[in-house]
């Protein structure tokens, strides 16, 4: 309960700043409604449960979670996997998946890999939320124009057959997202307005349009889903069978991922905009509770949401009172007005699906990347937007993910030099302990950088540039923060190698961290005594002597 107990110490819970947390969270209530309902659309399920996730994640995560001023609930960036789950396992698969990832995330947090899913790399993080937003914006083509039903697997067979269908879009029913989609655009922009929530607004205006014209070729969610429960949710234990666990540890791993970079990702957003300082394990836990309990009432994934963050931050919420009063006004309204619901045409909702999407994308900011990034950053960014559009998320992320290690990896492999010390500089160091110059028939190499796999050939390579063997080749290890087993293993094999031809080998001046792997690697006892010293000038001295290093 870090969040709650962080408030406390920092006396937000008590009585002077409750108006200001309430009238925050009344706030963000609002604004969550209609992109609740939204979201479980587009996700494949009923309206009622993107509110019944809104609620239980709402609470659950502003006790339990790692930020005081977090909002959780469903969101945009959940859309494309739930849909696929949905459609593939039904929603008692998306249900199942969503606990099993709730699991993950309680135990990512509990093994403290908060601040790892952190490093997950930009260029990836950007690349699949654009991809994700084009991925929104098309599928709400449907109930934005009012066409047909489509068919089709793949996102491109969507596009085409969504194309080919725009010819025969309704005119009410895009007047009528029009008219929603003109009111979000534009009620940001005027100061009278500026601080109505722009989804509440063109919800209520356009809904209004159609109680009043009753528009018979405008889907609603009445004539759609029926009309949404009035009360809170009821107890639902989904049918689950090992079998059905095995085939969806990987969706579940998919929304447990995304929850996790998500949720992170809003916290630190929060951090820089209320001065607050989240804990990320802690974070992970919070989100882990909700997304398991939700299915258990209806819900579906959850984590935390940026834009209901901030409105709530922008609004003076301080404290977890906010994200409670926020989840206690979406009781009310289904408590009391969920009747209302059923004239809100999809048209609208899809609308605000449509802001949702093109804030997603952040179409500056990748355009900014593409011009000012390094090439591979680049490559890295457009494949996982072109992976997560026309393949699957998962497989976007994955790859995304990988092409950014290779690369992280080629870089540092390029880092690590090895190269021959002789001449002036050499010299110069020598003399400051008094020795004049490199005994005849020692030669020195340094390693500078990490000794791992992925340098290991620049080693190899150095060495083999040797024309004629020497007496002793001596290794400086003073500038290698870490071996990994490849490299302890190559220097093994080159060790055994040069002594094999008759070369002394000696290592010198490796850290503490080094110095006990080689020992445990067998490395130190394969050199032999005296041939692993703490200085260069140790080495030389037990080469040639205390008297002739000095005198040589």
């Not at 989609?181 to 922009?189: E, F, H, K, N």
């Not at 050499?426 to 004049?436: I, T």
């Amino acid at each position: 309960m870090f969040a709650l107990i962080d408030a406390y110490r920092a006396g937000l819970l008590q009585r002077p700043h409750w108006f200001r947390n309430i009238v925050a969270g009344l706030i963000v209530g609002v604004v969550a409604l209609p992109l609740a309902m939204a979201f479980a659309i587009a996700s494949g399920v009923k309206p009622e449960q993107g509110i019944y996730t809104a609620i239980i994640a709402g609470i659950i995560v502003s006790l339990f979670g790692g930020s005081r001023v977090q909002i959780a609930g469903p969101t945009g960036a959940f859309i494309v996997i739930l849909a696929a789950v949905v459609a593939q396992h039904g929603v008692d698969g998306l249900q199942i998946a969503t606990a099993m990832a709730g699991i993950i995330l309680l135990l990512f947090g509990i093994a403290r890999m908060g601040a790892v899913i952190k490093f997950i790399p930009a260029p990836v993080i950007v690349g699949f939320t654009a991809g994700i937003g084009v991925v929104i914006w098309v599928g709400q083509w449907k109930d934005f124009f009012g066409l047909p039903p489509v068919a089709g697997e793949h996102f491109h067979q969507k596009l085409w057959q969504l194309l080919q269908a725009l010819p025969q879009f309704d005119w009410a029913t895009t007047i009528l997202a029009l008219i929603a989609l003109a009111l979000l655009i534009v009620t940001p922009r005027i100061h009278v307005l500026a601080r109505v929530p722009g989804p509440l607004l063109a919800l209520v205006i356009v809904t209004i349009i159609q109680a009043i014209f009753n528009f018979e070729s405008v889907a609603t969610i009445g004539s759609t889903y029926g009309e949404i429960p009035r009360g809170l949710p009821s107890w639902q234990f989904p049918d689950i069978t090992l079998s059905r666990l095995v085939e969806l540890i990987g969706p579940a791993f998919a929304i447990a991922m995304l929850g996790a970079i998500e949720s992170l990702l809003s916290a630190v957003v929060a951090d820089g905009m209320a001065g607050t300082r989240h804990n990320s394990n802690q974070e992970l836990i919070g989100q882990g509770l909700a997304n398991i309990v939700a299915p258990l009432f209806g819900g579906i994934a959850a984590t935390g949401a940026i834009a209901r963050t901030a409105t709530n931050i922008r609004n003076g919420g301080t404290s977890p009172i906010a994200g409670v009063v926020h989840a206690l006004t979406l009781v009310v309204v289904l408590l009391f007005l969920a009747p209302l619901a059923a004239n809100i045409p999809l048209a609208c909702l899809a609308a605000i699906l449509f802001i949702v999407a093109w804030n997603m994308s952040e179409l500056r900011h990748v355009i900014k990347m593409i011009k000012g990034a390094p090439r591979a950053d680049v490559v890295i960014l457009l494949v996982t937007f072109v992976l997560t559009v026309f393949a699957d998320l998962v497989v976007a992320v994955n790859i995304g993910v990988v092409l950014a290690m290779l690369h992280f990896m080629r870089r540092m492999a390029e880092s690590v030099v090895v190269r021959r010390q002789n001449g002036p500089a050499l010299d110069k160091e020598l003399a400051q302990e008094g020795v004049h110059h490199l005994p005849a028939g020692v030669l020195v190499y340094a390693v500078e950088g990490p000794f791992f796999f992925a340098a290991v050939e620049a080693f190899e390579r150095a060495l083999a540039d040797t024309n004629t063997d020497p007496e002793v080749l001596v290794i400086r290890l003073r500038n290698v923060p870490f071996i990994d087993a490849t490299g302890l293993q190559t220097l093994e094999e080159v060790v055994l190698d040069l002594q094999a031809r008759g070369v002394r080998v000696m290592i010198v001046e490796a850290n503490s961290r080094v110095y006990e792997k080689l020992g445990k690697m067998g490395l130190i006892a394969t050199l032999g005594p005296g041939n692993v010293a703490a200085t260069l000038i140790e080495a030389i001295v037990q080469l040639t002597g205390p008297i002739a290093a000095r005198d040589s």
